[in-house]
């Protein structure tokens, strides 16, 4: 995903461009860019409101709103979304949860619902048996789904190599080879994420992400 992000005067907006960067996710500084969705941190000011209504006629994409102050009052969150905002956050609210806020409507913008699960900037799409990074698909196969998800799933931790027979496989001892070549495969589809899948040798997978 590509992030517009307009800061008030405080440091709020920086701390969420660290936060949001540390999920795979690209700021972008220059106006001229293209971006995949916007947000707008208030500045307690008419400006605020100003500066809204300018984006929302020059931007065709998710704009989501964030609050001066922690919610008290209803005005600036009605206030936003009269002005076309498709969303309004207050102030203080978690960066991981902006950031399932504009996946969701950046799904819809594409015409897609259903349910959707994110990690590090990773966007499973189940009902497609698939994965999206930074707005494009992996395209997998049905296996290679089914391993990425296995080893997602437990993510940080060692899988082993009959654990993953018995998943994928279902116990046949002969598919090893089959693996390894699979392996070779999703590692080249998760190169430009922060997602590596690492042999431990005697033990199984692990899958780890890191920038």
């Not at 001229?32 to 500045?43: G, I, S, Y």
């Not at 100003?50 to 065709?60: D, G, M, S, V």
């Not at 190599?161 to 080249?188: P, S």
């Amino acid at each position: 995903m590509r992030l517009q992000i307009y800061t008030d005067e405080s440091d709020s907006g920086e701390r969420l461009i660290r936060a949001v960067k540390q999920e795979g996710v690209t700021v972008v500084r220059e106006e001229t860019e293209d971006a995949d969705a916007v947000v707008l941190f208030l500045n307690g000011q008419e400006s605020g409101f100003r500066r809204l209504e300018t984006l929302r006629i020059k931007w065709q994409c998710p704009v989501v709103v964030v609050g001066h102050e922690e919610r008290v009052y209803c005005y600036e969150e009605i206030r936003s979304l009269e002005l076309g905002a498709d969303d309004y956050v207050p102030a203080g609210t978690a960066s991981n949860v902006l950031l399932l806020r504009l996946q969701r409507l950046f799904r819809l913008y594409r015409g897609q619902n259903g349910p959707f699960y994110y990690r590090n900037g990773l966007l499973e799409c189940r009902d497609k048996r698939d994965y999206e990074w930074q707005g494009k698909p992996l395209c997998l196969t049905g296996k290679e789904y089914q391993l990425l998800h296995l080893l997602l799933t437990h993510a940080g931790e060692v899988v082993t190599l009959q654990e993953i027979l018995r998943q994928v496989w279902n116990q046949k001892e002969e598919a090893t080879d089959a693996l390894n070549t699979m392996l070779r495969k999703l590692r080249g589809k998760l190169q430009g994420t922060p997602f590596k899948i690492v042999n431990r040798y005697g033990m199984g997978y692990q899958i780890r992400a890191g920038q």
